[in-house]
């Protein structure tokens, strides 16, 4: 970097954002900021810190040889990533998964962030289209990006955004968890054997429960909203209940792997609350997405075995998200091929998840300051996760039917032999973390 290198802006300070931030100053590359909270809030941010989650606290699973996402934790930490470097800081019993203190997660991005002395930020709202003399933007303003820039970009782009709805889930005060009817186990006792409280039902309790769900009052749809699909890995609960009476069981109350010390056999369903902060004074009601109103939820809920006393820290909600038509409005560096100066990170670009997330906001991170020093990076090889990630949702979806998506296995080019199953996993796994440190050494962008 010289002394007259110029800034990239960067449009949000959620998790895609902060991290390319943090890749970009940590290349040499100055870079501003701008976050529009507190001067303008949205439906689901609490507070003004950068990186603030605000649905679940999980990144779900960290195994990296078994699991896709876990496979993208690894491939992250390798690439020096902040959110996974605050996220393994702030770690939370959770069993095989990567589960985080969400307040001091967020604290510790923005220090880490307002520490660098290559990075600006800006507390005010980016209105409409970047101004012209910006000539390297990433725009990270994640599915509620404000209306402006929203209906901007619909008028850049000749077509209207996608959008779908998320739905957040309830957390509960410790203290109010019965404890005489709840126990601590993880399904088989995997991680630490005990992460999370179960609390179980019999057949009549269960059957009664999902009438509720049905019956109960639901938050309206305004009529714009309408027609509006939700994210499948998002659903609430009462929606994925109106699928069949049995689905609950074989989805978020699956009771396998857990036995009820006061019987000693399986329970019929159950209910499981995970840690949601350090001090392990909140616990979120897993799986538990709703839409139902607020009234509707603190009855219903209360008619779970073991929060009969429950008291909520959070009433479940529902935002919307939006999302653009990556495949056909994206290049393969994430730049707007109607305005090349725009790159564009997170989940609007399509991706799902907050691994996911960040995850785009590297690899962007990294583009934009390649593009910066005049220097050449190629994306990361298929074979990665994040090379599969990029694939997809620059080019290898189908852009007419484009859903925001996971990172998963099945978005991986096929191994070569007979592998099956597991094996099949564990054989992506190795080869694609073989590529990646091949894509990462030497680094890219090493500092001259």
């Known amino acids: 970097m010289t002394s007259s290198t110029k800034s990239v802006h960067i449009v949000g300070g959620g998790l895609a954002g902060s991290e390319a931030a943090w890749q970009l100053a940590s290349l040499g590359v100055p870079v501003v900021l701008h976050e529009m909270r507190p001067t303008r809030g949205t439906e689901a941010h609490l507070t003004e810190n950068l990186a603030?989650?605000?649905?679940?606290?999980?990144?779900?699973?960290?195994?990296a040889q078994n699991n896709a996402v876990g496979l993208l934790h690894e491939e992250m930490r390798r690439a020096g990533s902040l959110i996974m470097r605050a996220a393994d800081a702030h770690k939370l019993p959770a069993g095989g998964a990567l589960a985080v203190d969400r307040h001091g997660f967020s604290a510790a991005v923005q220090e880490a962030l307002l520490a660098h002395p290559l990075v600006t930020l800006e507390r005010a709202e980016v209105a409409g289209l970047p101004p012209e003399d910006w000539d390297s933007v990433i725009v990270a303003?994640?599915?509620?990006?404000?209306?402006?820039?929203?209906?901007?970009?619909?008028?850049?782009?000749?077509?209207?955004?996608?959008?779908?709805?998320?739905?957040?889930?309830?957390?509960?005060?410790?203290?109010?968890?019965?404890?005489?009817?709840?126990?601590?186990?993880?399904?088989?006792?995997?991680?630490?054997?005990?992460?999370?409280?179960?609390?179980?039902?019999?057949?009549?309790?269960?059957?009664?429960?999902?009438?509720?769900?049905?019956?109960?009052?639901?938050?309206?749809?305004?009529?714009?909203?309408?027609?509006?699909?939700?994210?499948?890995?998002?659903?609430?609960?009462?929606?994925i209940a109106s699928t069949g009476p049995q689905?609950?069981?074989?989805?978020?109350?699956?009771?396998?792997?857990?036995?009820?010390?006061?019987?000693?056999?399986?329970?019929?369903?159950?209910?499981?609350?995970?840690?949601?902060?350090?001090?392990?004074?909140?616990?979120?009601?897993?799986?538990?997405?709703?839409?139902?109103?607020?009234?509707?939820?603190?009855?219903?809920?209360?008619?779970?075995?073991?929060?009969?006393?429950?008291?909520?820290?959070r009433l479940g909600g529902l935002h919307r998200n939006t999302f653009l038509n990556s495949p056909r409005l994206l290049d393969a560096?994430?730049?707007?091929?109607?305005?090349?100066?725009?790159?564009?990170?997170?989940?609007?670009?399509?991706?799902?998840?907050?691994?996911?997330?960040?995850?785009?906001?590297?690899m962007t991170g990294r583009f934009a300051a390649a593009e910066r020093l005049g220097r050449a990076l190629a994306a990361p090889p298929p074979t990665t996760a994040m090379g599969a990630l990029l694939g997809h949702i620059t080019g290898g979806a189908d852009a007419v039917t484009f859903q925001p998506m996971n990172i998963n296995f099945?978005?991986?080019?096929?191994?070569?032999?007979?592998?099956?199953?597991?094996?099949?996993?564990?054989?992506?796994?190795?080869?694609?973390?073989?590529?990646f440190d091949h894509w990462l050494q030497p680094a890219p962008l090493a500092a001259e």
């Not at 209906?151 to 779908?164: C, H, I, N, R, V």
């Open 52 to 63: 603030e989650l605000v649905c679940s606290n999980s990144f779900r699973s960290d195994d």
């Open 141 to 239: 303003t994640g599915p509620l990006t404000s209306p402006a820039l929203a209906e901007a970009l619909a008028k850049l782009t000749g077509e209207e955004s996608l959008a779908f709805f998320d739905a957040i889930a309830p957390i509960v005060h410790y203290e109010s968890i019965d404890q005489s009817i709840a126990w601590k186990q993880s399904r088989y006792d995997k991680g630490e054997g005990a992460d999370y409280f179960n609390c179980p039902m019999d057949k009549p309790q269960y059957e009664a429960f999902v009438e509720a769900l049905l019956a109960g009052d639901k938050t309206e749809f305004k009529e714009w909203e309408a027609n509006t699909p939700y994210f499948q890995g998002c659903q609430p609960i009462e929606v």
């Open 247 to 313: 689905t609950l069981r074989f989805g978020p109350m699956k009771p396998v792997g857990l036995r009820d010390p006061r019987t000693g056999t399986r329970p019929w369903a159950v209910v499981q609350l995970r840690q949601d902060n350090a001090l392990g004074t909140l616990w979120n009601i897993v799986g538990f997405q709703t839409k139902l109103k607020h009234g509707e939820q603190t009855q219903i809920f209360r008619t779970i075995p073991g929060l009969q006393n429950a008291e909520f820290a």
């Open 333 to 362: 560096t994430l730049r707007l091929k109607a305005m090349p100066r725009l790159r564009f990170a997170g989940q609007i670009t399509g991706c799902e998840g907050y691994v996911e997330s960040a995850t785009v906001g590297l």
């Open 410 to 435: 099945g978005l991986f080019p096929p191994v070569d032999g007979s592998f099956r199953g597991k094996e099949r996993k564990q054989a992506m796994s190795a080869r694609a973390l073989r590529d």
